[in-house]
């Protein structure tokens, strides 16, 4: 089994900064990839970015290339989120999750074994 806790959310305003954290603890060795998703209200999970544990192979949505940045810590078994220039439409819970196998469609929530619990964003106007 894998925990997995964000933190870092919260408000601030459109154009600012939020960096997030997911911490994994439990059987991390059996970690292929750390992915990134988000959920508005009234909409589907979405994939934001990912990050292979073993060779930091990265991917990002093409909604925020270019803001935000995913990287990892593997000493401390967590990945980060840097969000810039944050937009009101980047508003949603954002959720940490991992998946123990390789596979190509990183970006499909149901490949993901485990996820964390959520943390909110929101980016005022």
């Known amino acids: 089994q894998v925990q997995l806790v964000e933190s870092g959310g919260g408000l601030v305003q459109a154009g600012g900064s939020l960096r997030l954290s997911c911490a994994a603890s439990g059987r991390t060795s059996s970690s292929w990839l750390m992915g990134w998703f988000r959920q508005a209200p009234g909409k589907e999970r979405e994939f934001v970015a990912a990050i292979v544990w073993s060779g930091g192979t990265i991917y990002y949505a093409d909604s925020v290339k270019g803001r935000f940045t995913i990287s990892r810590d593997n000493a401390k078994n967590t990945v980060y989120l840097q969000m810039n220039s944050l937009k009101p439409e980047d508003t949603a819970v954002y959720y940490c999750?991992?998946?123990?196998?390789?596979?190509?469609?990183?970006?499909?929530?149901?490949?993901?074994?485990?996820w964390g619990q959520g943390t909110q964003v929101t980016v005022s106007s």
């Open positions: 999750a991992l998946r123990t196998a390789r596979t190509a469609v990183v970006h499909v929530a149901q490949v993901y074994d485990y």
